[in-house]
């Protein structure tokens, strides 16, 4: 499974963002994609993810209300719309495949080179 991560730049407190995963390679009906973020010096976190099948999604109570995850089936394609961006979701933002639907970065087998969204106040 390959994933391409783009999206990210840099953008005023209060503004938006959309990030996009596109994934090619082997896939299964029954796998889940997310997103997470490590900022400098903090430990890799979980943002969101959404169950390929069905289209069940999670969120992290710091984004949720804020971010909405989707995808394209056709594209093989997830977004993230970032919304009301606060300084702190400033990170490195990381898409990753899961075989399973988990919020754990270990659950998580296959991911993306990240992209960088910095958010200016």
């Known amino acids: 499974v390959q994933l391409q991560a783009s999206g990210g730049g840099l953008v005023q407190a209060g503004g938006s963002l959309r990030l996009s995963c596109a994934a090619s390679?082997?896939?299964?009906?029954?796998?889940?994609l997310g997103w997470f973020r490590q900022a400098p010096g903090k430990e890799r976190e979980f943002v969101a993810a959404?169950?390929?099948?069905?289209?069940?999604?999670v969120y992290s109570d710091s984004v949720k209300g804020r971010f909405t995850i989707s995808r394209d089936n056709a594209k093989n394609t997830v977004y993230l719309q970032m919304s009301s961006l606060k300084p702190e979701d400033t990170a490195i933002y990381y898409c990753?495949?899961?075989?399973?639907?988990?919020?754990?970065?270990?659950?998580?087998?296959?991911w993306g080179q990240g992209t960088q969204v910095t958010v200016s106040s």
């Open positions: 990753a495949h899961s075989p399973r639907f988990g919020i754990l970065w270990h659950e998580y087998d296959y």
């Open positions: 959404i169950r390929w099948s069905g289209g069940s999604t």
């Open positions: 390679g082997r896939t299964f009906s029954s796998y889940a």
